[in-house]
């Protein structure tokens, strides 16, 4: 599974982005988990949200009410809706996918950047 990480930028506190992962390969059909995790520097990489492809969802606490995952299955995507940003939702966000043999897959970082 490749997947291609989307919109990632620069944005004011209290302002909005939408992340989007277009998943491709020959394994799309086996996908169960789709998700975002983050990843601060010198720290481990933490959950964010994951949505598995009956619509089950998880959040990580700290965004409860703020972000919104979603998943379209017919175009491969997986979304996350990011509002009222606060400066430390400042990281690098990683697209993942999980097979259902449970395989782990990463995309490539997308930077997202809040100023106070």
């Known amino acids: 599974v490749q997947l291609q990480a989307f919109g990632g930028g620069s944005v004011q506190a209290g302002g909005s982005l939408r992340l989007a992962c277009v998943a491709s390969?020959?394994?799309?059909?086996?996908?169960?988990?789709l998700g975002w995790y983050h990843q601060a520097p010198g720290k481990q990489r933490e959950l964010v949200a994951t949505?598995?492809?009956?619509?089950?969802?998880n959040y990580a606490d700290s965004v409860k009410g703020r972000f919104t995952i979603s998943r379209d299955n017919a175009k491969n995507t997986v979304y996350l809706q990011m509002n009222y940003l606060r400066p430390d939702d400042t990281v690098v966000y990683y697209c993942y996918a999980q097979t259902r043999s449970k395989t782990d897959n990463w995309g490539q970082g997308t930077l997202v950047t809040v100023s106070s």
């Open positions: 390969g020959n394994f799309f059909a086996s996908i169960n988990v």
């Open positions: 949505i598995a492809r009956g619509g089950t969802t």
